[in-house]
Nanobody
Framework: QVQLVESGGGLVQAEGSLRLSCAAS????????MGWYRQAPGKQRELVAV???????NYADSVKGRFTISRDNAKNTVYLQMNSLKPEDTAVYYC?????????WGQGTQVTVSS
């Protein structure tokens, strides 16, 4: 079985920064896409950013220019650097990874941006 362990969430002031990390562990033979999604209360879960194993990246329009996704394949870890945070970025952020041709989700980490 595979587990995704997230860290880095918390409370931050508007215009501040946070960096989220997500490390995959377990019996791992292959990791393709890794990414971040978020869900605010009363709203659907939405894509934030994804990155493939060869470095191709896609961002949601709402975070483009403010967030940066990256990965360290040697550590099976994906990162999300979040700058210029806004209150509307407040949500539970979930790590997602396609591992061994199956999709896994992290438990979620709360990001709260105060005005």
């Amino acid at each position: 079985q595979v587990q995704l362990v997230e860290s880095g969430g918390g409370l931050v002031q508007a215009e501040g920064s946070l960096r989220l990390s997500c490390a995959a562990s377990g019996t791992i033979f292959w990791i393709n896409v890794m990414g971040w999604y978020r869900q605010a209360p009363g709203k659907q879960r939405e894509l934030v950013a994804v990155i493939t194993n060869d470095g191709s990246i896609n961002y949601a329009d709402s975070v483009k220019g403010r967030f940066t996704i990256s990965r360290d394949n040697a550590k099976n870890t994906v990162y999300l650097q979040m700058n210029s945070l806004k209150p509307e970025d407040t949500a539970v952020y979930y790590c997602k990874a396609d591992v061994n041709y199956r999709t896994y989700w992290g438990q979620g980490t709360q990001v709260t941006v105060s005005s």
